[in-house]
């Protein structure tokens, strides 16, 4: 169990931070995290296996999340091009007729994706994993049986949504949907090892900032992220909107590949990156709450942002635990 226990903690953050989080289900629907547990844990939790056996860094885990990203929500969900999704009307803004599709829900659900449904989770659990945070976690039965839950929430999330709603997309949106995933997958595996020299990118960076710093830094990035539209009065133009995000996107990859190449760049620093991306959401979700209603129409009350900081406080716990253990070697 020991030796496990990291992967164990990864499958259940994974569903937590992405859809709890967020505030798209309360507290008062934690039974639905049994159901949401096989997409959102086995695949992060795949994808972190994966990139560690194959030696392969971040960049790797980014770009497996994106195929992860692309898979769900083009395939499965297929709110790529569903005009109606969850009666959500999620593509109206910055909706493009020849596409059909809205880049601004695309570049939003597809970083979120990247972001918060992979990224942050295995922060956290590698943090907690201390002196065993690069080294893979499952042998070869684990590592079957996580494939395996993992196409079971991709055939029970495809099922549910075919059930809710009618709508099919093309045969060209799901071929341009199934290339980009392919290329995005395969070009996890053409990035360097992880720890792999490069003295042209250790120079970039002498020190890395004091993770306070990331922190905030991160921080602040992911809420103007998350502010970056607001389809509700539509006080921002699509097309400003959605340059914006990639802009913000921009800047974080460009200071995280900066600061990272630092000889300083330590495991806390990974972990201050988790602790923002994770309050971002806590914000964001207590704040649909406190409208009264979750992001998918659920009435909420009370309880419901209690439960809120109750789920949060035990995420930070984890991040909490992990700190205590930034002194091991990594």
């Not at 109206?92 to 601004?104: E, H």
Request: proline fraction near 5%.
């Amino acid at each position: 169990m020991r030796r496990v226990a990291p992967a164990l903690l990864l499958a259940v953050l994974a569903p937590i931070v992405a859809e709890f989080l967020l505030g798209d289900f309360s507290i008062r629907q934690i039974g639905i995290l049994l159901a949401l547990l096989p997409l959102y844990g086995g695949g992060a939790l795949l994808i972190r296996e994966v990139s560690r056996r194959a030696r392969r860094g971040w960049p790797a885990i980014v770009l497996l999340g994106v195929a992860y990203s692309l898979l769900e929500e083009g395939f499965l969900t297929q709110s790529l091009f569903n005009p109606d999704y969850v009666h959500q009307r999620l593509l109206d803004f910055g909706y493009v007729a020849w596409l059909g599709t809205s880049l601004n829900w695309c570049v939003l659900v597809l970083s979120i994706h990247v972001v918060w449904s992979v990224a942050t989770p295995i922060l956290i659990a590698e943090g907690v994993a201390g002196a065993r945070r690069t080294e893979p976690w499952l042998r070869t039965p684990g590592l079957v049986a996580t494939m395996a839950l993992f196409v079971l929430g991709c055939v029970s999330t495809a099922a549910f949504s075919l059930k809710a709603s009618p709508f099919r997309a093309t045969t060209l949106q799901f071929v341009t949907v199934g290339v980009l995933t392919i290329l995005a997958a395969a070009a996890a595996f053409l990035t360097k090892p992880a720890g792999a020299s490069n003295d042209r990118r250790a120079s970039l960076a002498a020190t890395a900032p004091r993770p306070v710093v990331v922190f905030a830094v991160c921080l602040t990035l992911a809420i103007a992220f998350m502010l970056a539209e607001d389809r509700g009065s539509a006080r921002v133009l699509p097309v400003v909107s959605v340059l914006l995000r990639l802009a913000l996107e921009v800047v974080a990859a460009v200071i995280l590949f900066r600061w990272s190449a630092a000889g300083a760049w330590e495991p806390a620093h990974y972990l201050a990156i988790a602790s923002a991306t994770t309050l971002t959401y806590t914000i964001f979700g207590a704040m649909a709450f406190l409208r009264g209603h979750t992001n998918l129409g659920v009435p909420t009350g009370a309880l419901d942002v209690a439960g809120q900081i109750v789920l949060a406080g035990l995420v930070f716990l984890a991040i909490g635990w992990g700190s205590k253990r930034r002194a091991q070697p990594a």
